[in-house]
């Protein structure tokens, strides 16, 4: 099983994070879901929402999230291709990831890193 990795970068000059480098198709539109559409803060809110049966898709300026067979779906809004670019884990899983992020991000480590094998996420800061 491959192991796919995302390192974000802190910028003094936006006072947030970027993709320094990323293993993949997979893990940029996470990047583009975790840095440039949601951000770092309380995920409370979308985690209500991603517990509740009843909603199965939703969307922000560059990313969609879509419940499916009990796994969250992130994709690439704007991927006209016919396979769109898009990261799945299971949705608690994302949940625990939403977690984890805000846990690390809200200490503005220099670098955050996020490894993803199988349906396991770490994320940790350096810095």
């Known amino acids: 099983m491959k192991k796919e990795f995302l390192v ?4 003094k000059h936006s006072n947030w994070y970027y993709g320094k480098e990323i293993s993949s198709d997979e893990m ?3 990047e583009m879901f975790l840095a440039e559409d949601y951000g770092l803060y309380k995920y409370s809110r979308l985690i209500k929402w991603a517990e509740d049966p ?6 922000a300026n560059i990313t969609f999230l879509r419940k ?29 990831l939403l977690n984890d992020w ?3 991000g809200i200490k503005y480590p220099k670098e955050i890193v996020i490894t993803k094998k199988g349906d396991n996420i770490i994320v940790e ?3």
């Open 54 to 59: 009843s909603f199965h898709y939703r969307h």
């Open 28 to 30: 940029s539109v996470l």
């Open 102 to 104: 805000e846990d690390v």
């Open 68 to 96: 499916e067979l009990g796994n969250m779906i992130i994709g690439d809004l704007y991927d006209k291709e016919s396979s769109i670019r898009k990261f799945s884990l299971p949705i608690k899983k994302f949940i625990k």
């Open 8 to 11: 974000l970068a802190y910028s």
């Open 125 to 127: 800061g350096k810095n």
